[in-house]
């Protein structure tokens, strides 16, 4: 098969520009064919609402971005592509019709490939000229975000197409999963089908809303399924004996009406080929490190999601501010008479915080120390009621020094001393320990600075805010001034 | 309903532990009862588990942890309790005698709820005492990490049962979702029990493995459901007119055989209340805002998997090795005989970087300077290939200056000064810059330490790296020092 420079597209719907705005910013030029001309400005604005995002996909450095261009002739499309993928309405007699008149046009060892979601490859190739460089590639929306593409031969198909399709979606970042087998839906929609059918059933019933069929996905099953699939979730599920002993354990709940699908026999050849297909995505990993992963990922996925406040995210951030709030109510926050440099925070290096080494990357540090003054300044008065009055504090410095390692899992604290304040800023010095052995691992000289944030400019501090700050300051007039506070990066020899 | 400080668990399994962590982790009691007194080492064993990933859950201030009891006698643990949670087996008649038994033994205010996937509350609170106080609370496993509960009521369950379950639920960090009506499986159990029964078809009629079932979900609509249902995502897929146009769209495929699950008439009521089901659920915003959203969750949640080389984030990972590698054959690299400050990344502030200000957060100027040395370090021949032989640059310090601010969206690039390296040592000065006025935002004053990572301690770097490195050196020899390098944080009075 041919090197793809050009990607056709034909027909330019909502896959059509998913497919488009993907290739493009991957380094492919693209030509879409569609009858209609005003297609033409809607996919340019497609690819452009896909932009924002697909920028921040990867930070890795990119080929140049490959150019769009249009037109309403099938022919000329199919004559500069290197490749062809179509997307018109999923209706088998116009798309037969279409991927005929198309192979026409292109030279024999140009790909065909069809979106359909459902469709099967050998109706589809049947009229076609050359058919075996023909198969199914099913994206996602939205495709140029979502990895899934399902590749399906036909009959005709040769595996040569396969495996040459396959390497296409992969360099514009995907991940193809080869369909062995011909069905309707392919594998992904019928599992997404039987989940659908069955919210209609319960609408259709009156059981639930949309709204609390969505929440009962989002908040449980679906932030696991982000990274692991039903069947080893409940190879997980079943402890140490795995997936054989959650199919003896909720083998009997098939023939129970907990949805209006019946389910296969669970004859012992079932059994043993999902024993054998889970124990083969196991790879050898035991149950335990299976949870720890998950767990991992769990935990991730609901961090992000709370800076989004969307599903679980949204639960995380309301439990946060009412634990701050009974904090607060509780005096559990650092105390400002306090004659020692404050113990601001506790924290765990979390997984996703340390490089391929399991050390904590070095930005890390800066927002460990940067949490650190959260309870520091809820303690001088500055919450979110202040913030709201368009008062706050903004670092304007930071020096940070490393001098000692926190591995992965490790736990952290850091303290705080004031060294100097007047009305607009506060100079403030942190040493981050280690936990296991209170060894010192980094240092924070910070300088902050209070603005109006309406205005954009430095402001003097609230009395009350300064007044607390002073009282630090009093409080802990008798600490000497740390030896690594105001000193300068450099070599010291020039 | 009483204030809850101590949960009483009725079973102890993996559901029990589940439990039993995550109360004891937001400040209650729990005492555990279990007929079996080998349970009490085991249930002490899941809830250390359980413990590194609940502590990395949440930074905000958590009350002092609850303190764990165990009795292998269930009366003891009802007259503890303030809330019980049953845990038993899932056989109706078994849990019918011991929530009987254990209603005898709790005061009548100590609300008890069953964690059945699929039992209904009617039938468990048949032979109970003080009925009214029982409801079903169905938990998800990992029960200390997903935030869902399904809380359904029987006939004899009163209003404020629901209510002050969900009020406990929620302080120990869950989201509790009524159901409305009594059903086989609830609401959740439904929808996975759909998906999980087309699963044993596909494996049963050999139409694919386990493995490639899993990847059908996670490399695609498992990772949308992390955050929106089905509903909300086919609402999307309608473009701007919604579920109407989707449902007019693919509703003849109801018809198909895409699962064995037969679909429900698609009469115009059910359409009627699919419709206002996602109107209500979209709560005002736009198909646009709401795609928006979408995207900036898909390619976050991408990234945090990227972090643990799992699903969407294995393939990116792959992805961005494969554009290093295009890009250093390419000479995309920064040229190291540039006589200018080297350009080094161009980069934008992602969504999740930004504070309730919608300002890029202060940790976030350190991420983006650090990435931006991934390109220098690989120019002077610092890549993976180098640390494999346990030799690499760590960051020793770091100062940085903050001038400017950048917002969410907007694109940053960094340039690089070389001020002075030796042997070991590198001391490198950055600017970061907004794209869209060049204006700066912040700098950076760097040192960094070559180290042999086995021996742990500073090394001479390669001679080719020093060459690069020099040859950077006496390229840049004429710009002049940045009057911001080697300054010190301070009020300048002291």
Known sequence: MRKVTTLGLLGTGVIGGGWAARALHFGIDVIAADVKPEMEEWIRGAVANAEPALQRLTSAPLPPKGTLSFTTDLKVMAQRADFI???IPEQLPLKQRMLAE???????????????????????????????????????????????????????TSQSTIDAAAKF????????????REIPGHLTDRL???????ILHMVNDGIATTGELDESIIYGPGLRWAAMGTNLIYHLAGGESGMRHMLAQFGPCLKWPWTKLEAPELTESLIDKMVEGTQAQAAGRSIRELERLRDDYLVAIQQVLRQYNIGAGATLRSLEERLFKDASAGHALPAVESAAPMRLLDA??????????????????????????????????????????????????????????AKMGESLY????????????????????????????????????????????????DPKVRAKVEQILRAQAALSRPAEAGRAVGLGKS
Chains 1, 2 share one sequence.
Not at 170 to 180: A, E, K, N, S
Not at 375 to 403: K, S
Not at 414 to 427: G, N
């Open 102 to 156: 198309v192979s026409r046009h292109a030279a024999a060892d140009v790909i065909i490939a069809s979106s359909t979601s459902g469709l099967t490859p050998t109706d589809l190739q049947r009229d076609m000229a050359a058919p075996e460089r023909f198969c199914v590639a099913h994206p996602f929306n939205p495709v140029y975000l979502l990895p899934l593409v399902e590749l399906v031969g036909g009959q005709k």
């Open 348 to 405: 765990v290096v979390r997984p996703e915080w340390v490089d391929y080494n399991r050390h904590m990357s070095d930005f890390r540090y800066g927002q460990v120390f940067g949490d650190a003054m959260e309870p520091l300044f809820r303690q001088i008065g500055v919450d979110e009621a202040y913030r709201a009055t368009g008062r706050m504090y903004y670092t304007v410095e930071n020096h940070i020094r490393h001098v000692g390692e």
């Open 192 to 198: 997404q089908e039987a989940l659908w059918r069955e």
């Open 414 to 461: 850091v303290t705080a001393q004031l060294l100097e304040a007047d009305d607009k800023r506060l100079h403030i010095f942190q040493r981050m320990f280690r936990g296991r052995d209170d060894q010192q691992v980094a240092t924070a000289d910070q300088m902050y600075l209070h603005v109006d944030t309406a205005a954009a400019k430095a402001s003097a501090a």
């Open 85 to 87: 993928q179509e997307n």
């Open 169 to 180: 979606f992969t360099y514009i970042g995907m991940h193809p999963l080869h369909v062995r």
